[in-house]
């Protein structure tokens, strides 16, 4: 048997100089590099002698791109959820990114008061914005809604107890459980009513010396149907200040305006005209912006909330800030067509069918797909009994293929739903400027196929 050629590995100096290597971090290099050579050495990486350098530097490079790859990237929302939190929830507008760079791209007054050029207010950029929509008098903005409920019960009611209906101590998207969080702000959980049925009359009976708050829970992802009662939170705020205590709703996803396509669940104005001690919600469910928890409602507990520690922790940094006070802003000039979460659960049917038609004339196999009328709800903990009519391309093909399909469909970055057995691509969650790309990857699914 013959012995094998050693393989001639090239000095590390002069095989890092490469013209392929113009440009890209060094110390990277040096690491890929010696950890090649390494494995070229131990024989565990298959080099033979016609291994060249240049062969080499091309392997160094594959590498560094994969390490490189980002891990985010874009997708194509097509389940009809539009506020899909496993796809990052709310979209953000383009346009919002773009502005953004020219706002804190640079240093920012994040905490800086420009007029007397002393340390200024981290959450003083949104009050005015927020009292405006909401009808608020003070708010402030934290980590996400969680985080808000966190922090207020930590505040107001460590030692002390919390009434909330057995009807409202909710599980919401995995890991956040009301009585959890509860326990670990350090409040007493005090139960009352049942699962099913909660009068306010049993918040009256449950209140004592220990009670701090009255709590309401909004039933973001089920309902109690069938022989059921609750106490609507307006109903609560005056049991509750009556006996100095403060009411506070965590209302999950709350919607600054009425309209037909939202349901019947309560606006922001019309909530705020109870002046009710404190509200919290989530920035990237219903107000369409990013991950955030605001916390609306009285001055005075606003300011204790200022000064808990803990919110040191929970502080928003300036790109939340700025995409949200971006997303109040078009709210405030524009309205909510202006944000693409409301454009899209506000789209009607005949504009979905205005998209489907502009996707099919751009697919060379049309006659495989089909259009047709389908429902989606908004997703995320917002307006659960609401169901929205949608519209969706169906990939006609046979049942058992449809896995694969949704698959195929999936590594092209389209994320589809599988209906009935068949995939279907719901327009509720497609935006005007995907199409042509929704088009481009059926048509390189559809040829791919058997
Ligand atoms: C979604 C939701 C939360 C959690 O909000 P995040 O912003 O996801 O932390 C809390 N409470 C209710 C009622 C919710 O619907």
Redesign the pocket.
């Known amino acids: 048997m013959e012995t094998k050629n050693r393989p001639s590995i090239p000095q590390l100096g002069k095989f890092l100089e490469r013209d392929e290597f113009i440009g890209l971090n060094r110390q990277t290099l040096t690491l890929l590099t010696r950890e090649l050579f390494e494995e070229i050495r131990s024989g565990k990486t298959d080099a033979s002698t016609d291994n060249n350098e240049s062969v080499l530097a091309q392997t160094v490079l594959s590498r560094l791109n994969l390490l490189c790859k980002d891990s985010l990237v874009s997708l194509i929302n097509a389940t009809g959820i539009v506020l899909h ?1 496993n796809l990052g929830r709310s979209p953000i507008e383009k346009s919002i990114l773009e502005e953004m760079q020219e706002s804190i791209g640079s240093y920012c007054n994040l905490e800086f008061d420009i007029d007397t050029g002393k340390r200024g207010e981290r959450y003083g950029h949104l009050t005015k914005k927020l009292s405006f929509l909401l009808g608020c008098e003070d708010a402030i903005v934290v980590n ?6 966190f922090l207020i019960l930590n505040t107001f009611a460590t030692g002390k107890e919390t009434i909330v209906s057995r009807g409202e101590l ?1 599980e ?2 995995g890991s ?1 459980r ?1 009585p959890d969080v509860m326990s670990a702000s350090g409040t007493i959980l005090k139960e009352i009513g049942t699962t099913n049925k909660t009068k306010a009359s049993d918040y009256t009976a449950a209140i004592t010396p220990q009670t701090a708050i009255v709590m309401k ?5 089920f309902s109690v149907v069938g022989f059921t009662q609750e106490v609507a939170f307006e109903e609560l705020i005056p049991l509750a200040q009556s006996n100095n205590l403060i009411d506070y709703y ?4 709350l919607n600054l305006f009425d309209a037909p396509y939202l349901g019947n669940e309560t606006c922001a104005k019309a909530l705020f005209e109870h002046s009710p001690s404190l509200v919290s919600f ?4 219903l107000l369409g912006s990013v ?3 605001i916390i609306a409602g009285k001055k005075e507990l606003i300011d204790k909330i200022k000064k808990n520690q803990l919110l040191r922790m929970l502080r928003v940094d300036k790109l939340t800030m700025s995409v949200l006070e971006k997303t109040l802003t078009r709210y405030i000039q524009k309205g909510p067509q202006a944000i693409k979460t409301h454009k899209l659960l506000s789209k009607t049917l005949l504009e979905m069918q205005i998209q489907a038609d502009s996707i099919l004339t751009r697919v060379i196999h049309s006659d495989k797909l089909s259009v047709g009328k389908t429902s989606t709800y908004a997703g ?3 307006l659960p009994q609401h169901l929205l009519e949608s519209l969706a391309i169906i990939i006609e093909d046979h049942p058992k293929n449809a896995e694969r399909m949704i698959k195929a469909l999936r590594a092209q970055g389209l994320i589809a739903r599988i209906e009935k057995d068949h995939v279907l691509l719901d327009l509720r969650s497609i935006d005007d400027d995907e199409l042509s790309e929704v088009a481009t990857i059926l048509n390189t699914v559809l040829e791919e196929r058997p």
């Open positions: 939190t996400n809604n969680a985080a808000a409920v909710v919401i998207g956040f009301i829970v909004h039933r973001s992802n965590d209302a999950g996803s989530s920035g990237d469910k991950q955030a928890g995320g903990g917002s």
